[in-house]
């Protein structure tokens, strides 16, 4: 019952086994209080604790300043979509990049609310901004397409750009005080499913429509440190402890360099293969999901029946797409890519 398989799930994901380690020891006894995590009172000083220490850690490994606010959110990042818009759009216009289906679900949540118009198409074009955008949205790294910016589009000035990181944070230097507000579901690269961070410059926040619940304002959250009502308490706990250990492996540089030597494994062994095939734009390519696919689907789904009996899972497409996707998040181990590789190399001399 120890064998871990190597997991190239897209979210949620594979996590540090330290973090998983201490979280079972939380389970029982949050830091020797006697009182497990998922039984402590949010207004208690042992989860203020973990809070501040959370939010703390946040701060420190993502350089993020006393002008923006770190909240912790429910509804995924899928709730973002409508949120963003909802308090920040009031009929006027945003400007979005379309890189893919995460930027397109959020576009359609926009239209609600306002005019939309389409900046650029796909990720690392040059955007074309309207006359004057109430402001500019992208996503980072599509997990879908494994479609990712090099660097973020850079709106007129003034404009707040926001963006969708659910994929990538923390996984890449993001400078933070060039967005007004970036959100990521955590579940990808920073913890379990149920909480979305959200780091917002607290002007941007005040801004907001007051037209709303106050579950739906961002001002609500910033004002009472996302304790208006009982936060997700375990996920939080969980972001903390991932985020002290990305702290602990050398942080954003370490991590960067880290996940760059994973990716051009699998992309150096694309490139020379003559069955596998990148599937992403090639000036685009992530560095977070890996999509490749071979000459035909049932190729693809012998590869992913043999990879799944190899202890290699959750490596199919999304389901929309097809062909195979492997997310490389910051846990995910470089051992786990070279099996990966061997696998593929493997089966190209069955195939091939
Ligand atoms: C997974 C994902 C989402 C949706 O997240 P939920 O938490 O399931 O709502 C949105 N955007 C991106 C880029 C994602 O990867």
Known sequence: MDARRYNFSSGPAVLPEPVLRRAQDALWDLDGTGIGILEHSHRGA????????????????????????VLFLQGGASSQFFMVPMNLL?????????SGIWAQKATAEAKRFGEVHVACAGANTTPSWSASPTYAHYTSNETIGGVQWREPPTP?????????????????????DRHALVYAGAQKNLGPSGVTLV???????ERG???LPPMLQYRTYVAERSMYNTPPTFGIYVIGEVVAWLEAQGGIPAITAH????????????????????????GARSMMNVTFRTTSPALDAKFLDEATAAGL????????????????????PLAGVEALVAQMADFERRHG
């Open 46 to 69: 042992a989860f203020e604790r973990v809070l501040a220490r959370t939010e703390a850690a946040i701060r420190r490994v993502g350089g993020i300043g006393d002008d923006h606010a």
């Open 90 to 98: 009031g009929g006027g216009t945003a400007d979005v990049c379309d």
């Open 156 to 176: 007129p000035d003034g404009v707040p750009l926001i963006c969708d990181a659910s994929s990538d944070i923390f996984s890449r230097p993001l400078d933070f």
């Open 199 to 205: 780091i917002i410059r607290r002007e941007l926040a």
């Open 209 to 211: 429509s007051r037209d």
């Open 259 to 282: 996940n760059a030597a994973k990716a051009r494994a699998l992309y150096d062994f694309l490139d020379g293969s003559p069955l596998f095939q990148g599937a992403a734009p090639a």
């Open 313 to 332: 899972d959750g490596l199919a497409g999304h389901r929309s797409v097809g062909g195979m996707r492997a997310s490389l998040y910051n846990a995910f």
